[in-house]
């Protein structure tokens, strides 16, 4: 069996005991999932299941891997799993440069190395000379381009995205799906999408999956 990618091995997340939301699924590596389904459908918690940040109440069977490494069991930070939410999350006390400093991988050593690493991570994002500003200063989409860089500068091994597309307007809308579909294509990130908007799926190109409540 191929073990490259993220691998949801007959995963059922429980709610209070009871079966909330189960599904079997390999996602290969630069491959986009997608899920939809209604609100309250347990979308959020596959995500939260997948990061090892569930809430109190909840519990999952099954297992869930990446690369062939089980994670199931492991804390958040040690299963370098990547996650996009609809707000920017941009620490406002932090310069745009020092923000993508907090992301970067601890392997980059060195102040002069790993500012350098910043300045060419904002120019690929066509942000070069920024590092200063203030968050506050940005646009939309320059916040979401910030966003997704500092994700990626933590080198993370799968992507998840929970509706990161929703609170843009409609042309910002566009840019960044393609902006965050072709990165994840081109680092090899297995991705999976939850959204509401159908055009996101569309743009993703991938299968779809529609989930279902259990109870």
Do not use: Y
């Not at 590596?29 to 997948?50: D, N, W």
């Not at 579909?181 to 908007?197: E, I, K, M, N, Y």
């Amino acid at each position: 069996m191929n073990e490259s990618g993220l691998i949801l091995d007959h995963l059922t997340v429980l709610r209070g005991g009871a079966p909330l939301i189960s599904l079997d699924l390999h996602i290969a590596p630069g491959e986009v999932v997608t899920v939809m389904g209604p609100s309250g459908v347990g979308k959020s918690t596959l995500l939260a299941a997948i990061t090892g940040s569930l809430a109190p109440g909840f519990s999952l069977r099954g297992g869930i891997r990446l690369d062939g490494r089980d994670l199931t069991a492991l804390p958040p930070e040690a299963r370098h799993v990547g996650i996009l939410f609809q707000d920017d999350l941009l620490f406002p006390h932090l310069s745009v440069g020092a923000n993508l400093a907090f992301g970067l991988n601890a392997r980059v050593k060195g102040r002069a190395a790993r500012r350098a690493r910043v300045e060419e991570a904002l120019a690929e994002i066509g942000l070069a000379g920024f590092a200063e500003r203030d968050p506050a200063t940005l646009s939309g989409g320059q916040k979401a381009r910030v966003a997704l860089m500092r994700m990626l500068l933590s080198e993370p091994h799968a992507l998840l995205l929970d509706e990161p597309f929703s609170r843009l307007d409609a042309a910002l809308r566009g840019q960044i799906r393609e902006l965050v579909f072709s990165r994840a294509r081109a680092l090899g990130l297995p991705t999976l999408l939850v959204t509401h908007d159908a055009a996101d799926a569309e743009t993703a190109g991938g299968r779809v999956i529609e989930l279902a409540a259990l109870n």
